[in-house]
């Protein structure tokens, strides 16, 4: 889990460096100033227990954990500018250094790396391209949002592919 953790902490560093070097430093602030980092450990063991051999953490699921982790960094962001904090984790919060208006942008920016850090190579991208099953999903979300068919009624186009 040690060499795990340390990838990830790698791993986020990494992830939010900016052509900007401002907002790297923004983006930054809070993963140098340190954590637990609890989610990225879940993500690690939950892919262990899932996995028959489990050995060394690969790069998706170190991936996954940063991306995990990353989203929860920039509700802090966030949260902080609702709150009013001054800091967070013994140092001074983005909103207090910076500005609300730049822990905004740095928490959107996080959340944006977060998105794309979670873009894992699992297969998730054959199963997002089979044409049929996109548009039983859209079918589906029109008859909920419609109320015209609840989920797992004969007419739901999910349920009729069981």
């Given at each position: 889990m040690a060499d795990a953790l340390a990838r990830t902490e790698a791993e986020?560093?990494?992830v939010v460096e900016s052509g900007d070097p401002f907002l790297t430093e923004v983006a930054r602030h809070l993963i140098d100033a340190g954590g637990k980092r609890v989610r990225p450990a879940l993500t690690v063991?939950?892919?262990?227990?899932?996995d028959s051999d489990p050995g060394v953490a690969s790069h998706d699921v170190i991936r996954g954990g940063v991306?995990?982790?990353?989203v929860?960094?920039?509700?802090?962001?966030?949260d902080d500018v609702m709150d009013g904090a001054?800091?967070?984790?013994?140092?001074?919060?983005?909103?207090?250094?910076w500005g609300n208006l730049e822990a905004i942008l740095a928490g959107d920016y996080l959340l944006a790396r977060a998105s794309r850090s979670g873009q894992l190579g699992i297969g998730l991208e054959r199963f997002a391209r089979n044409r049929q099953h996109r548009r039983a999903v859209r079918?589906?979300?029109f008859n909920r949002c419609s109320n015209s068919a609840p989920p797992g009624?004969?007419?739901d186009p999910l349920y009729l592919s069981r």
């Open positions: 986020l560093r990494t063991t939950a892919a262990q227990v899932l991306a995990v982790e990353l929860h960094q920039g509700s802090l962001y966030h001054e800091t967070r984790r013994t140092v001074q919060s983005v909103n207090a250094r079918q589906r979300d009624h004969r007419s």
